[in-house]
């Protein structure tokens, strides 16, 4: 079965939610929020984050990545007012983007001071771009509301 989306038959059922759902961004916030519910459950943090943060920092770190994560996801997919929709994309894609910021400004730090292999700096980099991705749609989505209240 061929679908909008690229050949996957698991994802046409976001096709039913709206044209705007973004099926990757869907996919990030959903793995990132769950990973960071694990995380929580199992009292474990990154080891570059345990390195380098102090224990509340690293708590506060990651409880604002995953309250991002669901705040975001349930923007995309709240079915009533839609600028109240994007106000809270707007607001959870913020928050993951300072938390991934700091993750891989992290992993890039420890690079340094554990002499770490080249894919550490890689995944620094890539968890930045993914971070800065967030940001941007975030900056978008402002700018979408700002003209719609020109109207």
């Avoid at 869907?26 to 570059?48: K, N, R, W, Y």
């Avoid at 990545?65 to 929709?85: E, K, N, Q, T, Y």
């Avoid at 730090?109 to 894919?119: D, E, I, K, Q, T």
């Amino acid at each position: 079965m061929r679908t909008s989306l690229g050949g996957f038959p698991f994802l046409s059922h976001l096709k039913t939610i709206g044209p705007s759902v973004d099926p990757l961004e869907l996919t990030f916030l959903g793995m990132i929020g769950v990973s960071c519910v694990g995380q929580l459950a199992a009292a474990t943090e990154p080891s570059v984050i345990a390195l380098l943060l102090p224990q509340a920092f690293r708590t506060v770190w990651l409880v604002i990545l995953m309250l991002g994560c669901f705040v975001a996801f349930i923007g995309v997919l709240w079915p009533f007012d839609r600028i109240d929709s994007m106000l809270m994309e707007i607001i959870g894609l913020t928050w993951v983007f300072v938390a991934l910021l700091i993750y891989g400004a992290a992993q890039i730090v420890a690079v340094f001071l554990m002499h770490a292999p080249l894919g550490s700096t890689l995944a620094g980099i890539l968890v930045l771009l993914i971070g800065a991705g967030f940001g941007v749609k975030a900056m978008r989505l402002q700018r979408v509301i700002e003209r719609l209240k020109k109207e």
